[in-house]
């Protein structure tokens, strides 16, 4: 009876762990919209900070973080520019490790390039495209090919 209880007590910890990685995401995310181009710039290392620390994250919530990657590349705030181009790299480098590795799929990442692939707007445009040449270039196989 006392193992079921150490068991209960695991699975509760590893929820709340969760959730509180969740939370602490969101709550960056957030900071990243902010009206302050010195907040948006802290949360964008905040973020850098917590994918690096935490990839599964950057996995899990690829296409809100890819979302708001391309929010602050193409900010009116040069330091907040150069803060998303850290993140970028980053993220780069986790999703290319995700695809080689087998934890995350080039078919499960398409439809946000796809999307912004097509976009006049310049900043997402050239995001979208660094990302593809990333892809193209570092994965195992070329999986990005078959779609493009």
Known sequence: ???N????????????????RDL?????????????????????ENLCNVVK?????AIRHFFILFEILRSLYADVSVEVRR???????????IV??????????????MPVFARFV??????TKRLTL???????????GSPILEYL
């Open 53 to 57: 620390v935490i990839p599964a994250l």
């Open 118 to 123: 097509y976009i006049r707007h310049k900043p």
């Open 96 to 109: 290319v490790h995700a695809m080689n590795s087998g934890t995350l799929t080039a078919a499960a990442c």
């Open 83 to 93: 803060g998303a181009e850290l993140l970028d790299r980053k993220m780069k480098e």
């Open 24 to 44: 602490i995401l969101a709550s960056t995310v957030h900071a990243c919209q902010d009206h302050s181009q010195r907040v948006r710039y802290y949360a964008c």
């Open 5 to 20: 209880n150490n068991m209960d007590t695991a699975a509760t910890d590893a929820s709340l762990v969760q959730e509180c």
């Open 1 to 3: 009876n006392n193992n």
């Open 130 to 140: 660094t990302w593809l040449q990333e892809l193209t270039e570092k994965l195992i």
